[in-house]
């Protein structure tokens, strides 16, 4: 560590050593990941109380919700994880071909899952759902009712189901920002075996947002899928 | 100065798709639970078991995909603290909603 | 005034004339112009937040609203509260001596993002930017604290242009708090472990902690409101079915830590101030850096006491009355530790130390009075008083403020290459102790009796007592005003100094007095325990015999 390095091909003035950068790096992301679970832990948080304070308005809320649309995505994002664990196994290996593939599978997913996002919200806005005042119009007939009692609970749990989708949707934007980044700079021969920690950083992030949804499904999705309105 | 990190295995390729398969299988198995009104036995039941494959499912991406398993243990430091700042957040609030009501009226008199 | 500097400076490359152009310092990726470029902006801040505190005084020298309309002294209060919080208090000690400082103490270059860095004061700036903006455009009326339902339902002032601009500059807080922890794990020297650190730098460890764990959860409760506010969601309020009591939470589960944001750092440079002008070794080095960390940790315990007077459950309040007492035994022990390390010490009386001292007393005060606000039955009597408002000005001006301008006179030398007016620093020193005393201890007779804050109006009895305490403010505003002209007096005309002006222990004293922009001509490796004096056993000895003699 004492001794002078020369210049390394990636490493920034700074620091001393790849070793040291690389550490930075990483232990900079945990701590960033750090702040983010911190990030929607407030919405977590107001998840828990609001379905403590109106448990029925939450089932019947997450009934509105499509769970074959819901668990479709699950399942791409799961997928998307995979492919970006092998991303970043081919990154250490130095393979750039099977790097570029890899990565550029994970944007796909990662652009189809928004895709499927965005099909979700349109109906629900369509539907008079957005629980904003000047959208939310929801049916007090019909097939798919909203007793006029539940509404307001039931609005309640939809501002949390796009308040908390929506977030995590920006992130996966970000996500697929910072995808089509790594794939420029691979296709530049940026990454060497002895460097490619950009490429696991990123792997650390994709992660992450992929965990937040591993919750947000069963939450959101789930809670009321046993749930007949009127029965019981 | 940094802790040394414990060795990668030469080939996490067959952990990866062990834990591909967890996840796919505990998402098919959080699906057909919920599909069944467990609340009828213990109110909170659904959601107990909703939360318990959630949190494996995580576990299994933050140790394996996210290389915490072969990490240092600054990163490992690093998450336990996240989860235990979450939980105190979580436990403090969720204790007062929880325990409002006031002092139990004889003492009151 | 930056090119005042570079003429008068000796003509050796220090990080001052290494580029003279106005480029080179906004797109400066050295950590110590970046500490710099926050000093300039913060002291921008903290005027203005003092323009509006001369308001406030000046308002309550009468028992009529007469200077005021009701609606602008709101607006004044709280711009108040915002500006000198998240604009001049939260970046303080962090920003600006923490940048300069941080890899000086560390032996490193630079911290471990540069880039990042410079990103945060830009955001910083954007937020300032959004917050003056806000200023100009009518402020806001809701307090510093932003309650629902009147913020988001009521109010008729900028409520989601100052979220907006409070979540961006949250951001800025973060990403600091995150490069200051990145650069305390990876970029120590060789030899520089963990404790042989400065307690500075263990101090701003723990602050970062804060910053990373806490800063999220106001981002997104102001993010939350913002949206309630433009898009008419119930999210906090209760006509559409939300719980204005979550905000309450969610905002005191950082703001409470945030005081910790304020006070840690200013305690980490007590640290260094004491046992540098007592040349001693700190008493307890261990206990104080612990206790540091132990007060980040309980502080994220203790934020249901800023809600006792709330629907908040009663055994969820007596839990938070214990353990915010369990926060004074940390607080306890490093005061302790820091007056038994100026026992039998050679104690200077330079102006850091007259800041050190002041510090010890105000900082005394201004703890034990939050444990009467700790109590669950005392807290309904004082609560929203003048005694909570006296409270916090001594945790927040007394100790974070004093402690702010005690680094500043300290590492004046280091960050300038010249030395103050050591006749002038030790005068604003003893008026700035006076000003605030007599500003702040009448407001806890006056809340004690009854007055409540944020009122414009009071009744004719308590007028003696605002008097006293509005005449405390204006020498107060002397006191603050003096340091900046003898301050920027020497910068042109001050005496040059060397490396280590103090004989103080510390990496930061032993490369050049402007450092050079990489911070050291060498790899520095420490061998030695911190805060060891060289010539310590010599003036133990001859004072021994000085004793002995007589």
Redesign the interface.
């Known amino acids: 560590?004492?001794e002078?390095a020369t210049h390394v091909e990636g490493l920034?003035?700074?620091f001393?050593s790849m070793?040291?950068q690389k550490?930075?790096g990483?232990?900079?992301m945990?701590?960033?990941?750090?702040?983010?679970?911190?990030?929607?832990?407030?919405?977590?948080?107001?998840y828990?109380?609001?379905r403590?304070?109106?448990p029925e308005g939450f089932l019947f809320g997450s009934h509105l919700l499509n769970?074959k649309l819901g668990?479709t995505n699950?399942?791409v994002l799961?997928?998307s994880?995979?492919t970006?664990?092998?991303a970043v196994?081919y990154s250490q290996k130095g393979d750039r071909k099977k790097l570029l593939a890899f990565l550029a599978l994970t944007l796909i997913l990662g652009l189809a899952f928004l895709g499927i996002k965005y099909v979700e919200y349109s109906t629900k806005i369509h539907d008079g759902l957005f629980?904003?005042?000047?959208t939310w119009n929801p049916p007090s007939e019909g097939e798919h009712a909203i007793p006029v009692e539940k509404q307001?609970?039931v609005?309640?749990f939809l501002?949390i189901y796009f308040?908390m989708t929506g977030l995590h949707a920006v992130h996966m934007i970000v996500g697929a920002g910072i995808l089509i980044t790594l794939i420029i700079m691979a296709q530049r021969g940026k990454f060497t075996k002895n460097y490619n920690s950009p490429v696991e950083i990123s792997?650390?992030y994709w992660?992450?947002v992929?965990?937040v949804w591993?919750?947000l499904?069963?939450?959101l999705y789930?809670?009321g899928?046993?749930?007949t309105p009127g029965g019981h | 100065?940094?802790e040394h990190s414990h060795a990668h295995p030469d080939n996490?390729?067959k952990y990866?798709?062990g834990?591909?398969t967890l996840?796919?299988v505990m998402?098919g198995l959080?699906?057909f639970v919920?599909?069944?009104?467990?609340?009828h036995i213990w109110p909170p039941l659904?959601?107990i078991v909703?939360?318990t494959?959630?949190v494996i499912?995580?576990t299994a991406?933050?140790m394996?995909?996210?290389h915490v398993r072969w990490?240092?243990r600054?990163?490992q430091l690093?998450?336990v603290?996240?989860?235990f700042?979450?939980i105190i957040?979580?436990a403090f609030?969720?204790s007062d909603?929880?325990t409002r009501g006031g002092w139990p009226t004889t003492l009151g008199q | 005034m930056a090119t005042e500097v570079m003429e008068t400076t000796e003509s050796r490359v220090n990080y001052l004339n290494n580029g003279t152009t106005v480029k080179s310092w906004l797109l400066t990726l050295d950590h110590k112009r970046i500490g710099l470029l926050y000093l300039f902006s913060i002291s921008f801040f903290f005027a203005i937040g003092g323009i509006y505190a001369t308001l406030i005084r000046l308002e309550l020298i009468t028992p009529q609203g007469d200077l005021l309309t009701p609606e602008m002294y709101n607006r004044v209060f709280t711009m108040h509260g915002v500006i000198m919080i998240f604009f001049f208090l939260i970046p303080s000690i962090p920003a600006v001596l923490g940048n300069f400082l941080l890899p000086l103490m560390l032996g490193?270059?630079?911290?471990?993002?540069?880039k990042l860095n410079l990103l945060s004061w830009y955001i910083f700036i954007i937020g300032g930017c959004l917050m003056l903006y806000t200023m100009l455009s009518g402020g806001i009326d809701t307090g510093w604290t932003f309650y629902p339902p009147y913020s988001s339902i009521y109010s008729n002032s900028q409520v989601t242009i100052a979220g907006v601009s409070i979540f961006i500059t949250g951001f800025s807080s973060?990403l600091t708090g995150?490069?200051f922890?990145?650069?305390i794990?990876?970029?120590r020297a060789?030899g520089l472990t963990w404790f042989r650190l400065p307690l500075f730098v263990w101090a701003h460890y723990a602050t970062s902690l804060i910053q990373?764990?806490?800063?999220?959860?106001i981002?997104?409760?102001v993010l939350?409101l913002a949206?309630e506010r433009t898009?008419?969601?119930?999210?906090f309020d209760p006509k559409?079915?939300?719980?204005p009591v979550?905000f309450q939470?969610?905002f005191w589960?950082y703001s409470h830590p945030a005081v910790y944001i304020m006070i840690l750092p200013s305690m980490g440079v007590i640290s260094e101030l004491i046992a540098n002008m007592t040349r001693k070794r700190i008493f307890g080095y261990n206990f104080v850096a612990f206790s540091s960390l132990a007060i980040a940790v309980f502080g994220f315990l203790v934020w249901g006491h800023h809600m006792f007077t709330t629907s908040q459950s009663m055994y969820t309040g007596m839990v938070f009355s214990l353990i915010s007492y369990a926060v004074a035994i940390p607080s306890a022990i490093k005061t302790f530790n820091w007056t038994a390390t100026i026992y039998k010490g050679s104690v200077s009386f330079d102006t850091p130390m007259i800041y050190a001292l002041a510090f010890l007393g105000l900082f005394t005060i201004g703890g034990m009075t939050g444990l009467f606000l700790a109590a669950l039955g005392l807290d309904v009597h004082l609560h929203d008083t003048y005694f909570v408002v006296a409270h916090f000005h001594y945790v927040m001006v007394g100790s974070a403020v004093i402690g702010y301008l005690g680094g500043i006179h300290y590492w004046w030398p280091k960050i300038t290459g010249r030395m103050y007016s050591e006749f002038l620093g030790r005068i604003s020193a003893v008026i700035i102790f006076i000003g605030f005393n007599l500003t702040f201890l009448p407001q806890f007779v006056l809340g004690q009796l009854g007055m409540p804050r944020r009122y414009h109006a009071y009744v004719p009895e308590f007028q003696v007592l605002h008097i006293l305490s509005s005449a405390g403010a204006s020498i107060l505003a002397v006191g603050f005003t003096l340091p900046v002209i003898y301050l920027a007096w020497s910068i042109k005309y001050g005496e040059k100094v060397g490396p280590n002006p103090w004989m103080a222990s510390g990496l930061e004293w032993q490369t050049s007095s402007p450092p050079p922009t990489e911070n050291f001509t060498y790899?520095p490796?420490v061998t030695h325990e911190p805060y060891e004096f060289e010539n310590v056993e010599e003036i133990k000895q001859a004072r021994q015999a000085e004793l002995q003699r007589a």
């Open positions: 560590m004492a002078h920034a003035h700074h001393v070793e040291q550490e930075a990483m232990v900079g945990w701590i960033f990941l750090l702040t983010e679970i911190m990030f929607f832990g407030g919405l977590f948080l107001a828990t109380i609001y403590t304070t109106y769970v668990g699950t399942v799961i997928v994880s995979l970006m664990a092998m196994y629980p904003a005042a000047a307001q609970a609005h309640v501002w308040l792997g650390l992660h992450f992929d965990i591993i919750f499904f069963p939450l789930l809670t899928y046993h749930f | 100065m940094a996490p390729l990866y798709i834990v591909f996840l796919l998402t959080t699906v919920a599909k069944y009104d467990l609340e659904n959601i909703a939360m494959i959630a499912k995580a991406v933050v394996i995909f996210m990490s240092s600054l990163t690093i998450v603290s996240g989860i700042w979450l957040m979580l609030t969720v909603y929880y | 490193a270059k630079d911290v471990a993002f540069p973060i995150l490069n922890m990145v650069t794990h990876t970029m060789p990373v764990l806490g800063t999220p959860v981002a997104i409760t939350a949206f898009l008419k969601i119930g999210i559409l079915g939300g719980d979550l939470h969610m589960f790899q490796v």
